[in-house]
């Protein structure tokens, strides 16, 4: 029987720690183990687990892929690889099913189906993704204690920029090139384009990266899955202070 992987991290603090790497290794280990034949491995990296399976282009392409006939299985090293998101887990978990295919989680073996007469199946499955879902609450809310702590203490707590401003000051300041990169990413988004189209635009078209390196649809998935940054920690360099102490 044929097999595909599927890996996700949602940053790359994770590359220390249950990295794609590790990811792989397990689910290899696990396909071994069970007589399943790797045919294929996708990935996404720097993709937030709550994001719906169509905002990530390796699931959508996993998914593409056990609509063909050679395909038998999807292997995951946990469940929640799937999905930090009840909803989003269920969603992806029918969707497979209904293609006749089989999951398998390498930490736990074959993601049975639903059955009418055991309806603790579906509850244990339901409460492990519910856990899955408040760990990463937890692990947000944790931050922002953090950066309220800090903020407390007369730090700066708006944490490191993210693409598209400069952090100075306390504040944020927006970066015009990496603003205008900003509006074209969502131009092609709202289009439908692909993460990896989009990736291609940015670089043909100049735009710059964060850091110089170049432009990855994973780049352009962790900005675009990015909440919008609060207008409160957004500096207009075109006002002075006494403006921004006014209308603060």
């Not at 892929?65 to 929640?80: H, K, M, P, Y």
């Not at 189209?197 to 850091?211: N, S, W």
Request: proline share 5%; glycine share 8%.
């Amino acid at each position: 029987m044929n097999a595909i992987l599927y890996l996700r991290v949602s940053s790359a603090s994770q590359l220390d720690g249950f990295g794609l790497d590790v990811q792989e290794k397990a689910c290899r280990a696990f396909a071994t183990a069970h007589g399943l034949r790797v045919v294929g491995v996708y990935r996404d990296e720097g993709v937030s687990g709550t994001l719906e399976a169509t905002q990530r282009d390796g699931l959508m392409s996993a998914l593409a892929t056990l609509q063909e006939g050679n395909v038998d299985a999807l292997i995951v090293a946990r469940l929640d690889r799937l999905s930090r998101k009840l909803t989003v887990e269920e969603a992806v978990l029918a969707e497979v099913w209904r293609r006749n295919r089989a999951v398998h989680s390498a930490d736990s073996g074959e993601v049975k189906r639903d059955d009418p007469d055991d309806p603790m199946r579906t509850a244990m499955r339901q409460m492990m993704g519910v856990f899955a879902e408040l760990d990463r609450a937890i692990i947000v809310k944790r931050l922002r204690d953090g950066r309220k702590a800090k903020a407390a203490k007369g730090g700066r707590a708006v944490g490191p920029a993210p693409y598209g401003y400069i952090a100075r000051d306390g504040g944020l300041y927006p970066v015009p090139e990496e603003q205008d990169a900003l509006a074209r990413m969502n131009e092609l988004r709202a289009r439908g384009k692909t993460m990896q189209h989009i990736a291609d635009v940015l670089a043909a078209e100049g735009y710059p990266t964060k850091r110089g390196g170049r432009w990855t649809s994973p780049v352009v998935s962790r900005i675009l899955s990015r909440p919008p940054v609060p207008a409160i920690q957004i500096i207009d360099p075109t006002k002075d202070n006494h403006e921004r102490s006014r209308a603060a």
